[in-house]
Each structure stands twice: as structure tokens, then as C-alpha cells.
């Protein structure tokens, strides 16, 4: 008897068919359970479930790094504007309006006051108050803002006197480290505006475009450390030479 239950249930199963036999109250209930209906796999049923989303926190995107880089070729190169346009106007001053009472021969003759150490201290606290200006500006995030004027005054002055020493029967070679600290004060603006604008993204809440690495304050100091030792080797030699 059992061997023919094991082959009956072995043709039911074959025919897709399978009942189960309780045994213990004697009566058979058919509990017919269909093979030809596939259960859902594993890969099926977690395909159903929504994919869960990881909390990472606030997501970084760094800016793309031409769009970055073409932003600092349009501020530097209006800085570098600014710088020029005072330089041209300090010499359309000089040579085409003139300061009522003004003497040119004055300018040369203060140059060379104080032998090297003054010229040298002089130098140092015309370009150097222009240079702290600027690098106050950047901590206050107001570089973006009115760091342009540190190349477009000096550059104004640089022309002025320049043109008024040339007037005056000096040496042409004066023009050129006025240039110098021109330029450098141009670089110093970009730095300050390029700080200020970072700390104003982080102000305003732009984390998301806002990427910091490393020491971005220590980068920043270094940057106008360059600059500094830039203007004191630049102002050494020309107190060298006019003490000459």
C-alpha cells in the first residue's frame, strides 16, 4: 500500500498535480498545489522593492575646472584693465594737465633722499599699504568688490610720476619697477577677490558648489607672502641703484 501512495504521488507530481494525504486522521483532505505556476525568485522580489537611497549628507560638487579657470582669466584681465587705465590717465596728468604749482624736479629729488634705506622704506610703504589693503579686503570678503582700486591708484600714481620724473630730465629706468609693483598689486587683487568670493559661497549656503582642500586660509597667506618677498627683493634693488 505504501509503495503504490509513493507511485501515485510520484504520477500526480509528473502530471503537475500533488496531493497530500493526512494520514494520522485517516481521511485524505487534497490540498492540490499547482507546479505549473513558478514562485517568484529571489532577484524578482527585490526587483519589486524601491532601491533604498543612501544619506551621505550634503553632496560636494567641485565647479568644472575650464569654467573655474576661464572666471579667473576674466577677473585678472579686468584687474589688469584697471591697472593700465590709471597708468595711462596718472600720465595723460602729468604731461597734458599739469598740477598748478607742482615741480617735477621735486619728485627726482625725493627719490634720492635718505640714500638706500630711504628709498627702500619708501618704496615699502607705498606699495606695501596697497598690498595689506588688499589682502584685508579678502578676509572681509570685500575683494570682489573694491580690490580694483588698489592697481587702478597705484597705477595712476606709478604714471603720474613717472611721466613727471621723465618731464624733469630723470632716468627713463624708473618706469620699469613701477610696472613691477604694478603688476604685482594687479596679482594680489585677483587673490583677494578669488578668497572673498569663496568665503561669501560659504555665507550664503552654496556648499554644493563650494569645494575646499587643505589649508585654503594658509594657501592664501602664502600667496601674498610670495608677493611680499616679490616687492622687498624688487624694492632692494631699486634702492641699490638709486643709492648708486
Known amino acids: 500500500m505504501h509503495e503504490l501512495l509513493t507511485d501515485l504521488e510520484a504520477q500526480e507530481l509528473l502530471s503537475g498535480r500533488l496531493y497530500i494525504m493526512d494520514r494520522t486522521s485517516g481521511a485524505v483532505q487534497p490540498s492540490q498545489i499547482s507546479t505549473d505556476e513558478t514562485l517568484p525568485s ?5 526587483a519589486d522593492k524601491p532601491e533604498a537611497i543612501e544619506d551621505t549628507g550634503p553632496i560636494i560638487a567641485e565647479l568644472d575646472h575650464s569654467a573655474r579657470r576661464s572666471r579667473i582669466e576674466h577677473r585678472i584681465y579686468g584687474y589688469a584693465a584697471a591697472a593700465f587705465f590709471g597708468v595711462v ?3 595723460a596728468i602729468a604731461l597734458f594737465f599739469p598740477i598748478q604749482g607742482a615741480d617735477p624736479s621735486l619728485s ?5 633722499e635718505g640714500g638706500f634705506m630711504g628709498a627702500l622704506l619708501r618704496r615699502l610703504s607705498q606699495v606695501g599699504i596697497f598690498l595689506l589693503g588688499e589682502y584685508i579686503c579678502g578676509y572681509f570678503a570685500a575683494g570682489g568688490m573694491i580690490v580694483w582700486l588698489a592697481p587702478f591708484v597705484f597705477g595712476l600714481g606709478a604714471g603720474l610720476s613717472s611721466a ?5 630730465g630723470g632716468s627713463a629706468w624708473v618706469i620699469l619697477p613701477n610696472l613691477l609693483y604694478t603688476t604685482t598689486l594687479t596679482v594680489g587683487a585677483n587673490a583677494s577677490a578669488e578668497f572673498s568670493q569663496l568665503l561669501l559661497s560659504l555665507i550664503e549656503g552654496k556648499s554644493s558648489s563650494v569645494v575646499l582642500r587643505g589649508n585654503t586660509a594658509g594657501a592664501y597667506n602664502l ?3 610670495v608677493l611680499l618677498i616679490f616687492i622687498l627683493t624688487a624694492a632692494l634693488i631699486e634702492a641699490a641703484f638709486k643709492a648708486a
Not at 42 to 46: F, G, I, L, P, Q
Not at 108 to 112: I, K, Q, R
Not at 164 to 168: N, R
Request: charged share 25%; glycine share 14%; proline share 0%.
Open 42 to 46: 529571489e532577484e524578482d522580489t527585490t
Open 89 to 91: 590717465i596718472g600720465i
Open 108 to 112: 627726482v629729488s625725493a627719490e634720492s
Open 164 to 168: 613727471g620724473i621723465c618731464a624733469s
Open 223 to 225: 600667496r601674498f607672502g
